[in-house]
């Protein structure tokens, strides 16, 4: 059942005028410098009362030259059917549009020379089924397959297709880029994506960029389940692995060393992220992040000499911290509250040296208010215990 909500509607009206703005704001400019015609009567298209119920081809000439640059069906005073339009002379596009103003049918556009660059089908201006686009030396360009969405009414004005397949190459007629859908579809100027995209058993795709390779993909049943990003010299720069539900993600630098390291879960759109790792030219794992249902959860760093540097374990908007010094003691530890009010620390916070001494704990209210500040030196006698107040004065803490 369509959706007649108001903003289904007030889309669907927004859709119908744009071309026919866009068509009255071009015939106000051809008028100027164009005398178009049907069946030998003058047409005046800055005049809806000149095209008023009639009927038949109009035929647009530029006033000058004498060259003809469009032709339009009229049918009963309205712009329904064929459109062309011509450059020196020579067609170089075709289509249809129907009541409403919007495309329909099949359209194509060429070069000057007669040179076909593009070929699709519309159904109430939205791209039905396969598109084509041709580079001008004939050779294909771009081939691409449209269908019905399913989430958008057959009958709404715009947008109720969406693309699901693609292939591109470049001017050397080397691949350039492969979408799959999830069973074949694109079979058409003599492409044929059963094998290429995996079904029946998996396929590697190398694909080019200015001839150079710069990608190798690899497909089973239309689903990329490995790729493979070159340089120009053809050093690895990065990897994706999808493998049981689970997508790796691997970045290496120039020297080909792992860098960035991602694993993230499979969704129905997209990826939801589970670990972070940033790793030193070393080798070394420097930095880890993990998420739990998208959440941020925990995260750790390390130092050059792999001892962890610092721990941070999240819950919501609240966080709890451990750091550490670099022989692998333990130098700091409290929680902390993110909100509106900014990060704020709350409860006990507490420093060592690193022989592993207890030198400061730092008691805060939820509201991160400073309320006790205890002190001790390298041989444990306390050297401080005061109470704070809420304006910063200090007193000895009371026992």
């Known amino acids: 059942m369509p959706d007649s909500s108001p903003l289904n509607l007030l889309q669907r009206m927004l859709a119908a005028l744009v071309p026919m703005a866009a068509l009255l704001s071009g015939t106000a400019a051809l008028a100027q410098v164009q005398d178009c015609e049907v069946n030998g009567r003058a047409i005046n298209l800055a005049s809806g009362q000149s095209t008023a119920g009639v009927t038949g081809l109009m035929r647009c000439v530029d006033r000058r030259s004498g060259e003809i640059r469009r ?31 919007n495309k329909e049918g099949a359209a194509r556009t060429w070069t000057r020379t007669g040179t076909l660059l593009s070929r699709e089908t519309f159904r109430n201006g939205a791209t039905l089924g396969p598109q084509v686009f041709f580079h001008e030396n004939g050779e294909l360009r771009r081939l691409s397959i449209f269908e019905l969405r399913s989430d958008v009414p ?11 397949a693609s292939a591109e190459w470049g001017q050397d007629g080397k691949l350039a880029n492969l979408r799959c859908a999830r069973r074949p579809v694109m079979r058409i100027e003599g492409f044929d994506d059963t094998r290429l995209c995996g079904f029946g058993g998996e396929s590697r795709v190398n694909l080019y960029a200015r001839g150079i390779q710069g990608e190798v993909r690899t497909f089973r049943d239309g689903q990329i389940i490995e790729r493979l990003i070159l340089n120009p010299d053809g050093q690895t720069r990065s990897t994706w692995v999808l493998k049981e539900g689970r997508i790796t993600e691997r970045q290496f630098s120039n020297a080909g060393k792992l860098v960035k390291e991602f ?16 790793y030193h030219d070393s080798g070394q794992l420097v930095l880890e ?20 540097s610092q721990q941070i374990d999240y ?28 990060r704020r620390p709350v409860g006990e916070h507490r420093s060592w040296d690193e022989a592993g ?31 704070v107040f809420e304006d910063g004065s200090r007193k000895a803490y009371a026992r």
Not at 154 to 164: P, Q, R, V, Y
Not at 263 to 278: K, P
Not at 322 to 340: K, P, T, V
């Open 315 to 342: 819950n919501g908007n609240a966080s709890a911290r451990r750091e550490y010094f670099d022989n692998g003691q333990l130098s700091a530890e409290g929680r902390f509250i993110n909100d509106r009010l900014g």
């Open 154 to 164: 057959a009958d709404s004005s715009f947008l109720n297709t969406e693309e699901i």
């Open 263 to 278: 694993v993230s879960v499979q969704a129905e759109r997209g990826s939801i992220r589970e670990i972070e790792r940033d």
């Open 289 to 308: 992040r993990r998420w739990l249902r998208g959440q941020l959860s925990a995260e750790w760093r390390w130092y050059l000499n792999g001892q962890p």
């Open 357 to 387: 001494r207890l030198r400061l704990q730092l008691s805060h209210d939820e509201q991160g208010r400073l309320e006790r500040d205890r002190r001790w030196d390298e041989k444990g006698q306390p050297t401080r215990d005061e109470q």
């Open 71 to 101: 032709e339009q069906a009229l049918q009963d005073g309205r712009f329904i059917g064929l459109v062309r339009f011509y450059e020196k002379g020579k067609r170089v596009s075709e289509h249809h549009v129907n009541e409403r103003g």
